[in-house]
T-cell receptor, first 116, second 112 residues
């Protein structure tokens, strides 16, 4: 059973650029959640994808967007990068029973994004 | 609205001493509560969780936590600290939509 994987591990971008982060969910999972963890802070929920649709969102602006693919992998896209977007981005996968809520979340190792 | 407060951003103990990391929650519905550990430059690893049933929950690596509804607390303990326990620990509550709300974390240092 493969765990949650994320790519790339590290990334350096310039303010104003766009970035795409990728996540492969754990085998058997159908739901992906993304979190932003700024230095010295706890993770903050960005959004969640189930059945290829966004079904929950935290307090993040529209320039944070995502996709989920038929194989349940996911992308997080951030446009017009700002210095404050520098953080560790964590992906978590889980299994949602149809009509029920998501189960336990398993986290990937994260992508460290630095915006200069 | 649900929230989590972790008391103490940094806790230091000696090897072999008791570890106590404090977490208080706010929730209008019966909470699902979690403790995660994060080692440097790594993701989050689940230590233990409380959903329903027994209020004393045992986790991995000798950690346990007790759900106390009257005190709205879910403190994490370990009888004897080991050097390998040095890490950051996060308490979290699960929202009905499924996402987690995390505390700000407590960094545990273990002195030899």
């Amino acid at each position: 059973e493969t765990g949650v994987t994320q790519s790339p591990t590290h990334l350096i971008k310039t303010r104003g650029q766009q970035v795409t982060l990728r996540c492969s969910s754990q085998s058997g999972h159908n739901t992906v959640s993304w979190y932003q963890q700024a230095l010295g802070q706890g993770p903050q929920f960005i959004f969640q994808y189930y059945r290829e649709e966004e079904n929950g969102r935290g307090n993040f602006p529209p320039r944070f967007s995502g996709l989920q693919f038929p194989n349940y992998s996911s992308e997080l896209n951030v446009n017009a990068l700002e210095l404050d977007d520098s953080a560790l981005y964590l992906c978590a996968s889980s299994f949602t029973v149809f009509g029920g809520g998501p189960g336990e979340q398993y986290f990937g190792p994260g992508t460290r994004l630095t915006v200069t | 609205a649900q929230s989590v407060t972790q008391l103490g951003s940094h806790v230091s103990v000696s090897e072999g001493a008791l570890v106590l990391l404090r977490c208080n929650y706010s929730s209008s519905v019966p909470p699902y509560l979690f403790w995660y550990v994060q080692y440097p430059n790594q993701g989050l690893q689940l230590l233990l969780k409380y959903t329903t049933g027994a209020t004393l929950v045992k986790g991995i690596n000798g950690f346990e936590a007790e759900f106390k509804k009257s005190e709205t607390s879910f403190h994490l303990t370990k009888p004897s600290a080991h050097m390998s326990d040095a890490a950051e620990y996060f308490c979290a509550v699960k929202r009905s939509q499924g996402n987690l709300i995390f505390g700000k974390g407590t960094k545990l240092s273990v002195k030899p």
